[in-house]
């Protein structure tokens, strides 16, 4: 079973900072494709970004643009989101997603793995 393991999350004020992290499985690493989604109480899991498996190609949901940023290091085995200008609706907990392919997609049923997730909490 591929296991991917997500840690960063945490409380924050309004305008703050976090950075997330995503572990994914070691060799193969470089040929998944990353995402992030998230889920807020009550509400469906949504898109937040997405990075290709070389980082040639990158997505973000319209409400992130220009506040996140997604990463990755193929030598590490790790995705990250860096999450400034926090606002009380990004409160969520935060999933990382990986597919097998080299293209990302918004699309849910588009990733075979799924991390457990990290709460994100921000303050007004």
């Known amino acids: 079973q591929v296991v991917l393991v997500e840690s960063g999350g945490g409380l924050v004020q309004f305008g703050g900072s976090l950075r997330l992290s995503c572990a994914a499985p070691?060799?193969?690493?470089?040929?998944?494709?990353m995402g992030w989604f998230r889920q807020a109480p009550g509400k469906e899991r949504e898109f937040v970004a997405a990075i290709s498996s070389r980082a040639g190609t990158i997505d973000y949901a319209d409400s992130v643009k220009g506040r996140f940023t997604i990463s990755r290091d193929n030598v590490k085995n790790t995705m990250y989101l860096q999450m400034n200008s926090l606002k009380p609706e990004d409160t969520a907990v935060y999933y990382c997603?990986?597919?097998?392919?080299?293209?990302?997609?918004?699309?849910?049923?588009?990733?075979?793995?799924w991390g457990q997730g990290t709460q994100v909490t921000v303050s007004s």
């Open positions: 070691g060799r193969t690493f470089s040929s998944y494709t």
């Open positions: 997603a990986a597919r097998p392919y080299l293209n990302p997609t918004r699309v849910i049923s588009g990733y075979t793995y």
